[in-house]
Structure formats: structure tokens, C-alpha cells
């Protein structure tokens, strides 16, 4: 009897970390296996809709920790002490799950890297453990190639990744609190049975998967884009908290406009621009006169903000016209990057925020803040040729801290206008952005390389578990 496994997901509480990994946990899922999801009370309600697995929830310790009752999630807090109370409660919930999970042992753990003690857990257990970092595997191996090939300890500015298969320039060096930050969760990471990639094959490049295999011979799996598990406009409104307006309004309002003449503009949830930035923005925005829907994370403590305080950030009457929306907090991305209105999406090069893009077929222009960031930008804009930078080189360590420099309205203009005003470059992004597109819809069916990769991967923990019963 083929029995089915028992796996267990822990995400780090991150709407950016969550959401794809209950998307990878529903693709287990719908193989027939039985999923369980362990979180807290606030975060289940994000979770996706799914009949298929189970959630098992404990207690958020907000007043161990000092935070408010309600605030149980990265994108709840706005400052650095909230990001680190929100660490400290994933730390004390520790114990709790250990408990539950040596009570209940799966067959496998799929964890977070954030999450390293997982790792003693499994080894305690003896079960196979997979790790995930939401992390294309190019930028696993620039990474490791910048932990094996340290960079001078004096060096900034621009440099080319060291011992790597193409000469890619990243415009900035990474923070060194980043790195120390990094390489000792890198390091119990590879100790796992494996990576768990929410990308595919294509995407990330036959070459970059040789490298991957010859330098770390670590395994990897890639089996996304996770996020077209979800088929119905239902299913994709639903992923992730509860949008600011009805999906129906954005559809209806995009139903009205041309064919790629609507720039999306997001930089995902964590990150926060300081006021004359976001004018910035506007401003740029304003003088390329295209159509625009604008997600801006909701300045918590502002919600009722006064008109002065707008006059800040926005030009006097921007919001008056009517050629664009303001989205205050969050917005059904997947929904918006599908319409064929949607012709260009600034962004700040998130994971999944790129991979939805990539499978929606809409060319970027590129404005990473930190973390992964930069080395997303360099697959979408020089390996793939999908995008444009708007040429930032500042790298923070966390998007808390106010950007010391300003990316000026004429540089944000000009990039919109490279992929928006039509020209021979804007046309060939497009049609490589549309070729991967194409290509994302077949990896995740079967005989494609996604969905082969899960076969594969469940009959190799099928057999892991099955040698434990027999030893």
C-alpha cells in the first residue's frame, strides 16, 4: 500500500516567507499527501483557502514580548525593535512546537531558514529536514560564491561575484551586518536534505544549476512558481491578507485601459520609503503621464493622515486625476499582474514578487532596497532580459532605516519610459518576458520540470521513510 507521508510546514512569521511556502505545502498537498501548517491564531487567517491540509496554531506570546495584542507578523510592525520582538517570539515558540512535534513525529519538516534549531529537532527525530529561504538558486550561488571568495574586508561600491559562470557586476556591497547575519544560517541550512526553490529550471538556468551542483553539492529542488497552484481569480484575490479594495474594483478599472499602457508600482510590504522619496515617485510618475496603480504600505500610527501630511509625499493634485490608484496597504498582486492592462511593474525585486511577474509575463523595472534583492535584479535584468534598473546602489540592512540617498524622479522617469514608450528594446524585453511565461505554465503541469521535481522528491522521501520502518 502506497502510503501517503505526513509533513509538517513551519514558515517564519513573514507574509513574504509564509504565503509561498503554504502555496509549495498545497503542492504536496494536492499529490494526495497530508499537510499540516504550524503558525499562530492571526497568521492561520492569512493562510490560502485550502481544504487539503491542516493548520495547527499556538499561541502568539505578545506580552512576553512586548508587542501589542493583534500584531503577530513582520508587515505588522513598522521599526527595527518590532522586527526583532517578532524573532524573539518565534524563539520562545520553540519549545511548544518541539513538544508538539516529537508527540506527533511527520515523516518530514519543511522549515524556514530562519528557523535553524529546526535542524537539532529533525537530527533528534531522525527525519529528513528540507530548508527554505525563498531565494532563487542564483542567488544561492552568488552567495556562496561571496562566502567562499570574501570580498576585501575595506571593500564598497560595485563588484563583479568572484569564481562565478557569468561576469555579473552588482551595483553595491552587501552590508557586512548582512553577511554576519547570513552565513551562519546558510551553514546549518546546507546541513538540511535539501533546498526547496520556489522557481524553476528555466528560470534560474541550466549553468546556474551545474554551478549550484559542481561548488556545494547541496541538493536543490525546484518546484514553482508555487503560486500557480492558485487557478481562479478567487483563489489568487485570496492569497495573503485581505485587500484594501475589492478585487473587483481594480479588474473593472483596468478592464478600461489599453493593453500594457498600466504601470504597477509595489515594493512589497517590508519596505518603507521616507516621504520625499515617495514624491519622488509621484513625481516621476506624473511626468511619464501613463496610467498607474500604486501600492504604498500603510504608514501604521497615519492611517488618518491630514491633507498637509499627503502634500509631503504626493504633488499638489495627484490624486485629483484620474488616471491612477493609490492602494494604501495590501492589493491582490497576482490579480493586477495578470491583466493585460498591466504593461510594466517597478518593483523592488522581492522573490515572489519577481516569479509572479515572470508568470504573468510582465517586464520590471528594478529598484532592489536589500537582502536578495540585488542579485535578483542581475538574473531578471542581465541574465534573462526582462527588465531595466533604475540604477540604485544603495543596499540596507533593513528597510526600517531611512535610505540615506534620494533615486531622483528624472532617473525613475527614464526607466518607465525605456520599457513603456515602445521602442526596439521595450519590445524585445516584452517578448522574452511573454517566452517565460509560456514556459511557467507548462514546468508546474505534468511532464514538466516542476512537477517532475516533486515526483522525485516525494519518492525520495517515501523511501527514506520507508527504510526508517524497516530499520
Not at 524573532?87 to 520553540?94: E, K, T
Not at 511548544?96 to 513525529?105: A, L, R
Request: some cysteine; hydrophobic content about 40%.
Amino acid at each position: 500500500m502506497d502510503k501517503p507521508l505526513k509533513l509538517y510546514f513551519i514558515p517564519y512569521l513573514a507574509a513574504g516567507h509564509m504565503i509561498p511556502l503554504c502555496d509549495i505545502a498545497a503542492l504536496f498537498a494536492s499529490r494526495g499527501h497530508f499537510v499540516t501548517i504550524i503558525t499562530t491564531p492571526l497568521n492561520a487567517k492569512i493562510l490560502p483557502k485550502y481544504n487539503n491540509f491542516n493548520v495547527h496554531t499556538f499561541q502568539f506570546p505578545s506580552q512576553e514580548v512586548g508587542l501589542p495584542e493583534g500584531v503577530e507578523n513582520l508587515s505588522a510592525v513598522t521599526d527595527l525593535d518590532g522586527a526583532y520582538k517578532i524573532y524573539q517570539a518565534m524563539a520562545l515558540l520553540r519549545e511548544h512546537i518541539e513538544n508538539f512535534v516529537e508527540q506527533h513525529p511527520p515523516d518530514c519538516i519543511v522549515a524556514d531558514f530562519l528557523l535553524p534549531w529546526v535542524d537539532e529537532l529533525a537530527n533528534k527525530l531522525s527525519i529528513p529536514r528540507l530548508a527554505f529561504n525563498g531565494f532563487s538558486l542564483f542567488t544561492i550561488c552568488a552567495m556562496e560564491s561571496l562566502r567562499s571568495h570574501p570580498l576585501p574586508e575595506d571593500a564598497s561600491g560595485p563588484f563583479v561575484i568572484p569564481n562565478f559562470p557569468q561576469d555579473i557586476v552588482i551595483n553595491s556591497t552587501p552590508p557586512a551586518e548582512s553577511k554576519t547575519f547570513m552565513d551562519p544560517l546558510f551553514t546549518i541550512a546546507l546541513k538540511s536534505n535539501g533546498f526547496i526553490i520556489n522557481s524553476f529550471v528555466e528560470f534560474d538556468g541550466e549553468e546556474y544549476v551545474k554551478y549550484y551542483e559542481k561548488t556545494i553539492g547541496h541538493k536543490a529542488w525546484h518546484l514553482g512558481p508555487a503560486s500557480l497552484v492558485r487557478e481562479t481569480i478567487q483563489e489568487k484575490a485570496e492569497r495573503g491578507e485581505k485587500s484594501t479594495l475589492s478585487v473587483q474594483k481594480f479588474v473593472d478599472w483596468l478592464n478600461k485601459k489599453r493593453d500594457n499602457s498600466v504601470i504597477y508600482i509595489s515594493f512589497g510590504t517590508m519596505c518603507h520609503f521616507p516621504d520625499k522619496q515617495l514624491f519622488e515617485i509621484a513625481s516621476a510618475i506624473e511626468a511619464s503621464g501613463y496610467d498607474f496603480i500604486w501600492v504604498v504600505p500603510e504608514k501604521k500610527g497615519k492611517e488618518n493622515e491630514s491633507e498637509d501630511d499627503k502634500e509631503k509625499w504626493l504633488p499638489k493634485g495627484f490624486e485629483e486625476r484620474d488616471n491612477g490608484m493609490i492602494v494604501k496597504g495590501w492589493s491582490p498582486q497576482m490579480v493586477i499582474l495578470g491583466h493585460p492592462a498591466v504593461g510594466a511593474f517597478l518593483t523592488h525585486c522581492g522573490w515572489n514578487s519577481t516569479v509572479e511577474a515572470v508568470s504573468a509575463g510582465v517586464p520590471m523595472i528594478t529598484w532592489p532596497v536589500l537582502g536578495d534583492q540585488f542579485y535578483n535584479e542581475k538574473l531578471i535584468t542581465q541574465v534573462r532580459g526582462i527588465g531595466v534598473e533604475v540604477g540604485v546602489d544603495e543596499w540596507v540592512v533593513t528597510s526600517f532605516r531611512g535610505m540615506k540617498q534620494l533615486v531622483g524622479r528624472d532617473c525613475i522617469e527614464k526607466a518607465i519610459r525605456r520599457l513603456m514608450d515602445g521602442g526596439d528594446e521595450a519590445i524585445q524585453i516584452r517578448e522574452r518576458s511573454q517566452k517565460l511565461a509560456k514556459i511557467t505554465k507548462h514546468v508546474v503541469q505534468e511532464g514538466g520540470s516542476s512537477y517532475e521535481n516533486l515526483t522525485v522528491l516525494i519518492n525520495e522521501l517515501k523511501q527514506l521513510r520507508d527504510c526508517k520502518v524497516l530499520n
